[in-house]
T-cell receptor
Framework: DGGITQSPKYLFRKEGQNVTLSCEQNLNHDAMYWYRQDPGQGLRLIYYSQIVNDFQKGDIAEGYSVSREKKESFPLTVTSAQKNPTAFYLC???????????FGDGTRLSIL | EDQVTQSPEALRLQEGESSSLNCSYTVSGLRGLFWYRQDPGKGPEFLFTLYSAGEEKEKERLKATLTKKESFLHITAPKPEDSATYLCAVVGDFGNEKLTFGTGTRLTIIP
């Protein structure tokens, strides 16, 4: 079945530690996105990529980094510079921005 | 800057009691409005895309409509399995390659 796979489902970060969230898609979509979801707030865009080896900052990119070495993969690193990382992280992909985005089932990140 | 406001924040309905959810938007040059359903602990599931005022889409008990300022998600004779948070998002002008999401309406259907 085509879809988006995010792993792990739950992740814990220690102080000063970088952690990487995985996102893989087999929908053959060009564009991929990372969002952060906090209670009572809409999804906020962290980074997006429209093509391999290229990506752009979203609205809340500080403390995060990404790479896009393969069309299928768009990992997100939450660095130690992100002081409030506890949130639900969602990865999405689409053919074009005005086409529907399809989402994975998220990774919940917490602080130890 | 694009803006999306959803109302109400939460809605409780008896099973079979029809109602509507509202999504008001401000965007320069609407290229698409999207409705999603999100269950707790899951990613949003795509429901509908609307591209121009007057357009309507239907799926089972759900019907989405669009005007130049807002969209409605009408729920007819809902069942408990329709309980979820419903999200609305818009994408505007070329050059603005991202969706803007509302905060959602949390719908609870009581048996």
């Amino acid at each position: 079945d085509g879809g988006i796979t995010q792993s792990p489902k739950y992740l814990f970060r220690k102080e000063g530690q970088n952690v990487t969230l995985s996102c893989e898609q087999n929908l053959n979509h060009d564009a991929m996105y990372w969002y952060r979801q906090d209670p009572g707030q809409g999804l906020r865009l962290i980074y997006y990529s429209q093509i391999v080896n290229d990506f752009q900052k979203g609205d809340i990119a500080e403390g995060y980094s990404v790479s896009r070495e393969k069309k299928e993969s768009f990992p997100l690193t939450v660095t130690s510079a992100q002081k409030n990382p506890t949130a639900f992280y969602l990865c999405a992909s689409s053919n074009m921005v005005h086409r529907p985005q399809h989402f994975g089932d998220g990774t919940r990140l917490s602080i130890l | 800057e694009d803006q999306v406001t959803q109302s109400p924040e939460a809605l409780r309905l008896q099973e079979g009691e029809s109602s509507s959810l509202n999504c008001s938007y401000t965007v320069s040059g609407l290229r698409g409005l999207f409705w999603y359903r999100q269950d707790p602990g899951k990613g949003p599931e795509f429901l509908f895309t609307l591209y121009s005022a007057g357009e309507e889409k239907e799926k089972e008990r759900l019907k989405a409509t669009l005007t130049k300022k807002e969209s409605f998600l009408h729920i007819t004779a809902p069942k408990p399995e329709d309980s979820a948070t419903y999200l609305c998002a818009v994408v505007g002008d070329f050059g603005n390659e991202k969706l803007t999401f509302g905060t959602g309406t949390r719908l609870t259907i009581i048996p």
